[in-house]
């Protein structure tokens, strides 16, 4: 395996053994503040914000970066003492990672699997999350990857989501496997990987201003001003469109216009429609004639909401202007300096009668 595959699939058990072979202790490079700390910061920072972790320039890093900036994610994430941070990080790596599965497995169908070392093919992954034996292919389609795949009852369970399409009873199960689609193997190994990312996390015994966090100090600064951006908007539970502030109904506009939402745009979008009170499914229906795709909007909103029920906020007003989403329209920041507290506001002060979203579409 190529130091390549390992800077993709830094999860892997073999990516951790190469960090072990570099050679470099992880407190030296904080101490120094090497250029993998800084990435490591990014890394925590995108999943944070865009539900992702990859790059946004992915020249920028060499390697090796990339490979060390992994194990430094985990250590800023457990410093951030939030489940609900831990639980996106987790999310955005196994997103990034499946993506990543998907082209590799798409150009191993091409034949051009011999051609790099850094690509992980279809059994390797299978063995390292311990499922190799239990997920095979429906049949047998010698050098192309097949359309249907086999998943021992018990793995099936463990992987499968709640949602609907998940329901045993619509499956067709024989000799204690439940046949599944191509694309659904992607997500039974997504929450694989989520859950190998998320084991072990938080880290213990890490003390604040003292040894390998102290170096650390100002990167996590930045990343709580991140978390920190919950806001003190009472609960809402009201959807109406004419009360979205401009940053919000642009995205919406853009999506309904049928352009892709960068990554940060649309978590913006989604954790706002999360945070008016909607549920996954209403905001598929919400988004129905946009670029937006169901699968994607389901996968994003699982994870504003962590297991006590506190949701994950939007980007504040500031956030938002630093990426170009915010211009200030009307001069809102007087009023408000986030989304959701402009919405509020909004909805508080209205004179006329206005109906929620829901009970409108339920009426229909
Ligand atoms: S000021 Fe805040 S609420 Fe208003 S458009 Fe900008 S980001 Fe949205």
């Known amino acids: 395996m190529s130091a390549r595959l390992y800077a993709r699939y830094p999860f892997l058990e073999a990516a951790r053994q190469a960090v072990g072979e570099l050679g470099v202790d992880i407190e030296t490079l904080i101490a120094e503040g090497a250029p993998a700390v800084d ?126 399409r998940w329901r045993l009873v ?63 908007v009472g609960r809402i539970d009201f959807v109406n469109r004419a009360l979205f502030p401009p940053c919000i109904e642009n995205l919406l506009q853009k999506a309904e216009d049928g352009i892709e939402l960068e990554a940060f745009e649309s978590f913006t979008l989604m954790a706002f429609l999360t945070g008016i009170g909607m549920e996954p499914d209403e905001i598929v229906d919400f988004c129905a004639e946009s670029s937006l795709d169901p699968e994607g909007i389901r996968y994003q909103t699982e994870y504003l909401t962590d297991d006590r029920g506190t949701q994950y906020p939007p980007p504040s007003c500031e956030t938002l202007s630093a990426y170009g989403i915010c211009h200030n329209e009307d001069d809102h920041w007087k009023t408000a300096s986030h989304p959701l507290a402009y919405y509020q506001s909004r909805l508080e002060d209205r004179e006329e009668e206005l109906v929620d979203w829901r009970a409108d579409t339920n009426a229909e």
């Open 39 to 164: 990435r490591g910061r990014k890394r925590v920072e995108r999943a944070l914000m865009a539900g992702r972790v990859d790059a946004e320039d992915p020249d920028e890093w060499r390697d090796e970066d990339e490979l060390l900036s992994y194990p430094i994610a985990r250590i800023l994430v457990s410093l951030l003492d939030s489940g609900a941070a831990i639980d996106k990080y987790a999310a955005a790596e196994a997103k990034t990672a499946v993506e990543r599965l998907q082209e590799d497995f798409a150009a191993g169908d091409d034949g051009l699997r011999s051609t790099t070392t850094a690509r992980l093919d279809r059994e390797t992954i299978l063995d390292e999350l311990g499922l190799s034996g239990t997920i095979r292919p429906a049949a047998d389609h010698a050098s192309r990857e097949p359309a249907w795949f086999r998943v021992e009852l018990g793995a099936y369970l463990r992987l499968a989501g709640d949602g609907d």
């Open 170 to 232: 619509d499956r067709e199960v024989a000799d204690g496997e439940v046949r599944i689609e191509r694309e659904e193997l992607f997500s039974l190994l997504g929450t694989a990987i989520r859950r190998r990312i998320a084991d072990g996390l938080p880290f213990e015994g890490l003390t604040e201003g003292e040894g390998i966090v102290e170096p650390l100090e100002s990167d996590l600064g930045e990343l709580r001003r991140l978390l920190s951006e919950r806001t003190a």
